[in-house]
Structure formats: C-alpha cells, structure tokens
C-alpha cells in the first residue's frame, strides 16, 4: 500500500490505546499509513501495525525465507493485541506488529516503474484488487508474465506465492516499494482483508488482554456513574 503521512489515524479504541502504551510503540511518533496498517518510528527504529494478519504474516515467512522481494522483518512481535475492528467479537482479528526496514517509495515517471504499473494493469485486467474465486487465474498469469518480462519475474513469482497464501489479492503498484540499498522493487502489503490466528499460547495470550482491557472500561464506566 501507499502509505502517506500527516493524516488521520485509521485505529481507534480501547486496544489501541492500550498498545500505544506497550513497549515497543510507547513514545514512538506516526510516521505514515495506509489503508490498513500505519508505521510508527523511534530512534531510527520503523515498526508497522497492522490489523491484516494474512498479510502480516506472509510478509513474514517470505523475509525469514529470505526472499528479498518482499519487505524485511526484522522483529516480528505477532499478534500483540485484539483488534478494535472485530465488530463481531469472534476473537479472530487482531493486531500484529513487526519492526521493519526502511524503503523508499516509487518515482511513477520512471521508464521502468512506467512498465511495471503497465504490467500489472495487464496481470489484473484492472482491477487491484483479486478476489479469492479469481486467484488461480492470477497465479497461472504471474507464471506465464514472468517467463515474459523477466526484469520483473521475482516480483511476479512472489506476487504468485502471496496468492496461494489464502487471502485477497492487492496487485497495486502502490504495494510496492524500492529498498535503497540495492534498488530491489519489493511488495510492502500484497494482501488484502485476512483474519489469521496466531498459535495457542499466543491466542491465550489475547484473550487474557482482552478480558483485561474489557474489565478495566467496565471500572472505568462504572466510577463514572
């Protein structure tokens, strides 16, 4: 995604706030966001919120898998609170967190960028977004693309990998991102709108902040009557 700065928070609520306080976010200062994640940043340190756990963690098991198409993780904290956007209460949405590299966003005059966005306008027929029925007919394009444009075959192949991870597909140009070390095109945010849980003791984990954070308003409106 295309993160932006100066804007609006986009979460809100009483686990937010609450993580706002926690360590590793506590004192940190909004640096950008996105649609559904933001970026915080303290001494040099750049950390990403996000409430799309497929997303989260695909990004994830590609950097250990040291894919270097993909942005790197360099702390993955997981799931580190419930999200405040479970509107259903079922328990399964949750905000994740990870410390991440810095990247630099993409020049959309540039000859090859200019391709690449071409490229992908081709790859999704112009729809960003790629709905899961549709996502087997992405993954055979990426394959087929790849063996095409080979300058771009890495980013496709992964873009292919993202797809069989079990969530929307966001083929944006505003999901990718350059790493000025090296210059490598890398996907930020490939994925699109995935609850994901996280292992059982981590679960555990989140249910007890949960009932903590739930007892704490109900004293807090309480004294308030």
Not at 74 to 80: E, R, S, T, Y
Not at 173 to 199: H, K, Q
Request: hydrophobic share 40%; glycine share 6%.
């Amino acid at each position: 995604m295309r993160f932006e700065k100066n804007i609006a928070e986009i979460f809100g609520g009483p686990y937010f706030e609450w993580l706002k306080q926690q360590e590793p976010l506590r004192s940190t200062e909004l640096f950008a966001q996105g649609s559904s994640a933001m970026l915080f940043q303290k001494d040099g340190h750049l950390y990403r919120l996000t409430r799309d756990g497929c997303g989260h963690n695909f990004l994830a098991r590609e950097a250990v898998q040291g894919n270097p198409q993909v942005m790197r993780i360099l702390q993955d904290f997981g799931a580190v609170a419930p999200s405040d956007e479970d509107s259903l209460n079922s328990g399964e949405e949750f905000y994740w967190l990870a410390e991440v590299e810095w990247l630099d966003e993409l020049d959309h005059q540039e000859t090859t960028i200019q391709r690449l966005i071409a490229l992908l306008e081709e790859l999704s027929e112009g729809e960003t977004l790629v709905m899961e029925p549709d996502l087997p007919v992405l993954i055979e394009r990426c394959h087929s693309m790849a063996e095409r444009f080979s300058e771009f075959a890495p980013l496709l192949q992964t873009l292919a990998k993202a797809a069989h991870f079990g969530a929307d597909a966001d083929v944006s140009i505003s999901n990718i991102m350059r790493r000025p070390s090296t210059g490598e095109l890398v996907w930020s945010d490939p994925l699109f709108g995935a609850s994901y849980l996280p292992d059982v003791q981590r679960l555990d984990r989140m249910m007890a902040i949960r009932r903590e954070i739930e007892l704490g308003t109900r004293e807090l409106d309480h004294s308030r009557m």
